[in-house]
């Protein structure tokens, strides 16, 4: 069987396929452009590599719920052109193949546990990003979690610095943690790209102090067994550190964990890979829902 995966991103989209042991045999990615443009370059991918089912993680706000007549619709994202555009049933109606959609940190969750050594496979797990923007995926008990629309945990409300006096880059919140804490912000509050600023940068100890309470928090409200973080940001060695501290600070030993928190909360371990990772199995799962449908 070779399963397709699409990370389709927001400034990139990433096609590829594999097997659905999760080993990616060929990937390629362009430019996100408009809908029309972009779908037409997934479908002429899928076409000169033929699979059996494709998965998508897509960025959102997405319709993710499969019993809606909506879903796979993009809803009202900033990306005005991809607004109310029918995502998904533009594919299938183009490719005629199984396929599932589900928000691009969902996948990146579900990449995350699905590949995982079997000893040690969690049943609930929270992949973060901290890239341009901050999102969260949560598989909790065994299942990728939706809800009323889906999570958007980048936009949880934090507890600003006494010292930080940066407005917050988020066009719609302003100093929600993805306005203080994303790639974006550091650049905002710096006037400097992230990837340029030194290890012992005050930065580091800033963005991890919002981090750090994210963390807490979900410990606290979906009691994760793993707290995956992943994107641009914790490129920068001294992040997962001082987040991890920072969480500690924050629990203040409350809870009995059964293990040491910088095994909960830990670097992806598929680093880049895991979103089209989980992507692919999602198309798996696709797959075997019409194979027992049938
Ligand atoms: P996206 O979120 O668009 O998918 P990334 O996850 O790669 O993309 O995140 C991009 C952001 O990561 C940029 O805004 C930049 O600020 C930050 N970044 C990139 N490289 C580094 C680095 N080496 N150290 C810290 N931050 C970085
Ligand atoms: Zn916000």
Redesign the pocket.
């Known amino acids: 069987m070779r399963i397709g995966g699409i990370e389709a ?3 990139k989209f990433v096609c590829g396929y594999g097997t659905t042991d999760g080993t990616i045999e060929h990937k390629t990615s362009f430019p996100t452009g408009d809908p029309d443009e972009t779908c037409r370059q997934v479908i002429d991918y899928f076409t000169a590599h033929p699979v059996d089912a494709i998965g998508i993680g897509a960025f959102g706000p997405v319709d993710v719920k499969e019993q809606s007549t909506s879903y796979g619709t993009i809803l009202d994202t900033p990306k005005t052109a991809w607004r109310q555009f029918p995502f998904l049933s533009t594919l299938k109606q183009a490719l005629g193949l199984p396929m599932k959609l589900d928000t691009d940190v969902n996948c990146a969750a579900l990449g995350e546990v699905r590949f995982s050594a079997e000893a040690e496979k969690p049943s609930s797990l929270v992949y973060i ?5 901050i999102g969260g995926g949560a598989y909790i008990e065994n299942r990728l979690i939706h809800g009323l629309l889906h999570p958007e945990m980048g936009h949880i409300t934090v507890q600003r610095h006494p010292h930080d006096t940066y407005g917050g880059c988020c066009p719609i919140h302003h100093d929600c943690l993805e306005g203080l804490a ?3 912000a ?2 905002g509050r710096y006037h400097t ?3 340029m600023l030194p290890e012992d940068h005050p930065a580091w100890a800033l963005h991890a102090y919002y981090l750090g309470q994210m963390a807490a928090n979900l410990l606290l409200t979906l009691s994760p067994e793993r707290i995956i973080l ?4 914790m ?2 060695p001294a992040m997962l550190p001082l987040i991890l501290e920072e969480a500690d600070k924050r629990l203040c030993g409350y809870l009995q964990l059964p293990k040491p928190l910088h095994e909960i909360v830990t670097k992806p371990s598929f680093d880049g890979l895991s979103g089209l990772m989980g992507a692919i199995a999602l198309g798996t799962d696709a797959l075997q829902a019409q194979g027992a449908a049938q």
């Open positions: 991103g927001g400034t990003t901290v890239g341009t923007g994303s790639g974006p550091l650049e790209l992230a990837q992943g994107g641009g940001v490129k920068q």
